[in-house]
């Protein structure tokens, strides 16, 4: 079924299987295709971000479970607390799923990676659907699961067009410079591979 997402700003994307069908406002998407369903979002449509620190957020991070709470805390382990800990290849995987499920509540719909090490981590990168960049070496500025916090230049995926992946995250934020000033945090939605995998409750 296609499915329309549009913004507070009219702008719209059609979304079929895995693909966008139509890019445009709003009122010629639903013109063209005035049986799909529509979800009406606030804030801004944008391709969704790129985070540079793939390798340094998924195997230099430990995501504690919920659960692991009032042992381990809620915030990522590395350094001392991470080698204290020393996480098997499942502990690691289930960090990455949920350092991957963080990343897409902060709009991310895309990693740069190079050479992932543990095959769990792969696994988990691999079946999320997010989309894989290379890179060369470690980036400036400090590893964050909001891209704008961490000091380095936050970069976004190529604009949505028809016949591109449907990958895109919305902000609730009326344009771009506030969202530079809100952060990545006022993600409300994550859409990839045309599935919504994030929504803000």
Not at 6 to 31: F, Q
Not at 168 to 179: G, K, N, T
Request: charged share 25%.
């Amino acid at each position: 079924m296609l499915t329309i997402h549009a913004d507070s700003r009219g702008r719209a994307l059609a979304v079929e299987g895995e693909g966008i069908a139509m890019a445009g406002p709003l009122e010629e998407l639903t013109a063209a295709h005035p049986r799909a369903r529509v979800r009406q979002w606030p804030g801004i449509l944008t391709p969704g971000l790129v985070t540079p620190y793939g390798n340094e957020l998924l195997e230099e991070c430990y995501h504690p479970d919920p659960r692991e709470a009032d042992e381990l805390g809620t915030e990522p382990l590395t350094g001392e607390a991470l080698a204290a800990l020393a996480p098997d290849e499942a502990r690691w995987g289930a960090s990455a799923r949920r350092g991957l499920q963080r990343m897409l509540a902060h709009g991310t719909v895309a990693v740069a990676c190079e050479g992932l090490r543990i095959r769990a981590v792969r696994d988990a990168l691999r079946r999320s659907g997010l989309g894989v960049v290379g890179k060369t070496g470690r980036p400036d500025g400090v590893p964050a699961l909001d891209p704008y916090a961490s000091g380095h230049p936050v970069t976004f995926a190529p604009p949505r067009e028809a016949g591109s992946a449907a990958r895109f995250a919305v902000f609730d934020v009326p344009d771009e410079s506030a969202l530079a000033r809100a952060g990545a945090r006022s993600c409300v939605a994550t859409v990839v591979a045309g599935r919504l995998v994030y929504r803000r409750r």
